[in-house]
Nanobody, 123 residues
Framework: QVQLVESGGGLVQAGDSLRLSCAAS????????MGWFRQVPGEEREFVAG????????RYADSVKGRFTISTDNPKSTVYLQMNNLKPEDTALYYC????????????????WGQGTQVTVSS
């Protein structure tokens, strides 16, 4: 079993930055590919970014490339999502996830989800 706890969300203005954190725990969490998703009420959850624990593999949604950066801090068992130049359309509930690379990145079907952290960007 893997546990994921997100933090760092909040209310910011357009152009501001935020860093989300995802603390992972459990016996096997480093066997999984890690990712961030987001969801707006009434819409499907969408993939934002993903990373392997060794940092060799990263993936980004086109909508966030050049603005968001995903990274890991292995000693702290934490995955970060640095979000710069935030836009109102980035407003969503952001979820941390862990799972198989292919299913997580291309099918949006990870094995584990966190509880989510809200990001609201005002114009």
């Amino acid at each position: 079993q893997v546990q994921l706890v997100e933090s760092g969300g909040g209310l910011v203005q357009a152009g501001d930055s935020l860093r989300l954190s995802c603390a992972a725990s459990g016996r096997t969490f480093m066997n999984y590919f890690m990712g961030w998703f987001r969801q707006v009420p009434g819409e499907e959850r969408e993939f934002v970014a993903g990373i392997s624990w060794n940092g060799f593999t990263t993936r980004y949604a086109d909508s966030v490339k050049g603005r968001f950066t995903i990274s890991t801090d292995n000693p702290k068992s934490t995955v970060y999502l640095q979000m710069n130049n935030l836009k109102p359309e980035d407003t969503a509930l952001y979820y941390c996830a862990a799972g198989d690379f292919g299913r997580l990145t291309y099918k949006g079907d990870p094995d584990y989800w966190g509880q989510g952290t809200q990001v609201t960007v005002s114009s």
